[in-house]
């Protein structure tokens, strides 16, 4: 079964700095895709940033991007020039086709608070 | 233009209560889900429908009954409710292999 890892509770970072958070993943899959979602208080669910597991090239999004080590199956986001508004929940999420059906496995999230 | 839409956003009934939280999405997708978020903020998958068929179904207690009635809607009533139903409960479409879109949630508590 298909297991995602965030072993991060909890993170700090001062505004303007350079933060990573940390996930892991398990699987037997071969093709699949890996996604980060931030959850601010507003408790929407918003889409960071998205991979996918045959493109070699990190994705990036303007301060969002990615390292993303197949083998080691380790998928850490990074957020560059921290601001005050990316103070939010961050689940790490892991996406596989089975049968037709599209199943997602989240981690349970780290809690990022920016200092100002 | 709201991609996913849940109502009601708030809910706050006693237990041993039927009640209902709808869900439709206006984006084209064949997939719909539930998920269901507890207190320490763990995100959970409870059903997947892939064009008004029901795809997924984790352990969930047969108290939870979801319905679609067509593609753009997924519904979920919960019968007889329990202290711990309490939690934030996620509708979310998706298609194919794009990133599934939730919509705002429903903070549900049982007194």
């Known amino acids: 079964a298909q297991t995602v890892t965030q072993s991060q509770p909890e993170m700090s970072v001062q505004e303007a700095e350079t933060v990573t958070l940390s996930c892991t993943y398990d699987?037997?899959?071969?093709?699949?895709?890996l996604f980060w979602y931030k959850q601010p208080p507003s408790r929407q669910m918003i889409l960071v940033i998205r991979?996918?597991?045959?493109?070699?090239q990190n994705a990036t999004e303007n301060r969002f991007s990615v390292n993303f080590q197949k083998a080691a199956k380790s998928f850490s986001l990074k957020i560059s020039d921290s601001q005050l508004g990316d103070t939010a929940m961050y689940f790490c999420?892991?996406?596989?086709?089975?049968?037709?059906?599209?199943?997602?496995?989240f981690g349970t999230g780290t809690r990022l608070k920016v200092l100002a | 233009d709201t991609a996913v839409s849940q109502t009601p956003k708030y809910l706050v009934t006693q237990m041993g209560n039927d009640k209902s939280i709808k869900c439709e999405q206006n984006?084209?997708?064949?997939?719909m889900y539930w998920y269901k978020q507890d207190s320490k903020k763990f995100l959970k998958i409870m059903f997947s429908?892939?064009?008004?068929?029901?795809?997924i179904n984790e352990t969930v207690p047969n108290r939870f009954s979801p319905k679609s009635p067509d593609k753009a809607h997924l519904n979920l009533h919960i019968n007889s409710l329990e202290l711990g139903d309490s939690a934030v409960y996620f509708c979310?479409?998706?298609?194919?292999?794009?990133?599934?879109?939730f919509g705002p949630g429903t903070r549900l508590t049982v007194t």
């Open positions: 429908y892939n064009n008004k068929e029901l795809i």
């Open positions: 699987t037997s899959e071969n093709n699949y895709y």
């Open positions: 991979q996918e597991a045959y493109k070699q």
């Open positions: 984006l084209g997708h064949d997939t």
């Open positions: 999420a892991f996406m596989k086709q089975n049968s037709g059906t599209y199943k997602y496995i």
């Open positions: 979310a479409s998706s298609q194919e292999w794009a990133a599934p879109s």
